[in-house]
Each structure stands twice: as structure tokens, then as C-alpha cells.
């Protein structure tokens, strides 16, 4: 399995308050996503990397930013967070952008 | 129309049967195919990548048809432990992975 981990595994927050969930990978990949995925839906894309600090939004970013300071972590934080940003949340690497993503073992955040 | 679209399923079918999956995509530029296996709760897992040629791994084959716009996913002799939601995997940019909301399938003893 790639070496990818998430923290935390699950978390319980109130709404309003500001939430970090951190991505490391031990493969080196250059390349690191964050996805959520909710019932109904496939996966969706809320932000990327292509590299130490080079980052991009993916097509549900509101809400959220990122950061990536070292190769091997990929920070995502919900600045204030809502109740629709309840969901799984899984970080992805690859490495390269055509070659197929492994992903982390998830993150089930909850906002109350 | 999603982007990419998969019978939600549920496949149940006995063990030892074959059973085949579609996956449909809108955008005729996509540049590459991927089937993944989703266990409940669990993380996604790359399953195999899908070629123009069609290829095979054990028990799996995938297909491409770029004419009709789908993928498929064969699975032969089924086990227990294939039981999992399949999700269909569609590079449509170059950050753009579009995954559909996959097909369940069920192996029954």
C-alpha cells in the first residue's frame, strides 16, 4: 500500500470553529489531492498540488484552502467550518498527473 | 447528464458467475480510464488502469470503447471477497479526475 497517512481518522467539531486535516505521505510523489465524497456523489476534487508550494483549486474549493511547505505534507483547512462540509474526506498522490492516484485511508469529519 | 455515469447497482450475483459493468462518459476528450475498488467505509483502491487494447488482470478485464464512450469492467468467477462498490475512474483535463458514484456488487455464497 502507498505510504499514505491522515489525521485525524475522525473528528466531531462545532460549526464556526476552524478545522486542519493533515495529509504525509512517505513515497515522495510530487503530486497530492484532497477529495470529499458525500452519498450521491463521486468524489470531488477540492484542491491540488503539483509541487512544494504549488497549489490549485479543484472544483468544490469554497470553503477551503491548502498549503504543501514540505514534499511529504498536504495540509487542508476549513477555515470556519459548516454543516455542509460534513463528509469523508481523502487525500490522494501520484506521481505523475496521468498516472493513477492511491489514496489515503480517509478522514469522516463531522460539523454539528 | 453527469459526466460520467454508472449503474448504481446493486450486482448480486452467485459465486462463480461472471458479471459485467459499464461506465459511460460524456467528454470525448478524456485522456485516461481507471477502475477502482471501494470496500464500505474504506478508501478507494486502484483496481487496474484501462488501455485502448483492453487488458487483463487475473480474473478482471477492462475494456475501452472510445467510439461509443464507455468503459467496462468483467470480472470472472466471482468470490466473496469481490463484493465492493466499483468505481469508474475518467482523466477529462489534466487535474481533472471525474469519478462516478460507482456500481455496487454483491457476491452471494
Known amino acids: 500500500d502507498a505510504g499514505i497517512t491522515q489525521s485525524p481518522r475522525h473528528k466531531v467539531t462545532e460549526t464556526g470553529t476552524p478545522v486542519t486535516l493533515r495529509c504525509h505521505q512517505t513515497e515522495n510523489h510530487r503530486y497530492m489531492y484532497w477529495y470529499r465524497q458525500d452519498p450521491g456523489h463521486g468524489l470531488r476534487l477540492i484542491h491540488y498540488s503539483y509541487g512544494v508550494k504549488d497549489t490549485d483549486k479543484g472544483e468544490v474549493s469554497d470553503g477551503y484552502s491548502v498549503s504543501r511547505s514540505k514534499t511529504e505534507d498536504f495540509l487542508l483547512t476549513l477555515e470556519s467550518a459548516t454543516s455542509s462540509q460534513t463528509s469523508v474526506y481523502f487525500c490522494a498522490i501520484s506521481v505523475d498527473r496521468d498516472q493513477p492516484q492511491h489514496f489515503g485511508d480517509g478522514t469522516r469529519l463531522s460539523i454539528l | 447528464r453527469k459526466e460520467v455515469e454508472q449503474d448504481p447497482g446493486p450486482f448480486n450475483v452467485p459465486e462463480g458467475a461472471t458479471v459485467a459493468f459499464n461506465c459511460t462518459y460524456s467528454?470525448?476528450?478524456?485522456?485516461?480510464f481507471f477502475w477502482y475498488r471501494q470496500d464500505c467505509r474504506k478508501e478507494p483502491k486502484l483496481l487496474m488502469s484501462?488501455?485502448?487494447s483492453g487488458n487483463e488482470d487475473g480474473r478482471f478485464t477492462a475494456q475501452l470503447n472510445r467510439a461509443s464512450q464507455y468503459i467496462s469492467l468483467l470480472i470472472r468467477d466471482s468470490k466473496l471477497s469481490d463484493s465492493a462498490t466499483y468505481l469508474c475512474?475518467?482523466?477529462?483535463?489534466?487535474?481533472?479526475?471525474?469519478f462516478g458514484t460507482g456500481t455496487r456488487l454483491k457476491v452471494l455464497a
Open positions: 467528454n470525448s476528450a478524456s485522456q485516461s
Open positions: 484501462v488501455y485502448s
Open positions: 475512474v475518467v482523466r477529462a483535463g489534466t487535474y481533472k479526475y471525474i
